[in-house]
């Protein structure tokens, strides 16, 4: 199984909507971001472990999981890269290929060297727009192929049952 880890402040800081979103609300901005994740992990079948700082918060290392998103939050004055590092150290191997996500030139080429592959910003958030522009694709057909019913009725009957089936 493929694994990507996402740095995820640096996501943050590079996709034009959570760029604005950070500004009114950060929290909202980090689940945003995870909702995306998760919806490219549920499409692809890649497994996800989004990594965020907490160089300067006082504590130890805290891992959630979140729309089977793996979140870690690193301990006190260690960094993202710092922990990613070590994931791809521990994870990488001859059937895994491990993918990390940062736009950090310095961090691309660390990684890079220990055998992980690297995805800019940019390319993880075209393919993330790509992906939910095909689950849009695939919804419409869905719905356009779907029988409407096996009884045909007038427009009028058929919100009838309709409110009838919500309970209005």
Do not use: C
């Not at 990507?4 to 640096?10: A, P, Q, S, T």
């Not at 945003?32 to 692809?44: E, F, G, R, S, V």
């Not at 918060?57 to 959630?64: C, D, L, N």
């Amino acid at each position: 199984m493929d694994i990507l880890i996402v740095d995820g402040y640096n996501m943050i800081g590079a996709w034009p909507e959570l760029q604005k979103l950070r500004k009114k609300d950060f929290a909202l901005a980090r689940s945003k971001l995870i909702d995306l994740l998760a919806d490219y992990q549920a499409y692809t079948g890649v497994r996800v472990i989004v990594v965020f700082d907490a160089y300067i918060v006082k504590g130890t290392e805290k891992k959630q999981k979140n729309f089977h998103i793996e979140i870690i939050y690193t301990k006190e004055k260690e960094t993202a890269d710092e922990k990613i590092e070590k994931l791809v150290l521990e994870l990488a191997d001859k059937q895994t290929k491990v993918f990390v996500a940062t736009s950090d030139y310095m961090e691309q080429w660390t990684i890079f060297g220990q055998g992980a592959y690297r995805k800019s910003a940019r390319e993880l958030y075209t393919e993330i727009k790509d992906i939910k522009r095909k689950i849009r694709k695939n919804l419409k057909e869905i719905r356009e192929e779907r029988p409407g019913s096996k009884i045909p009725l007038s427009k009028e009957v058929a919100d009838f049952f309709e409110k009838f089936r919500r309970g209005e």
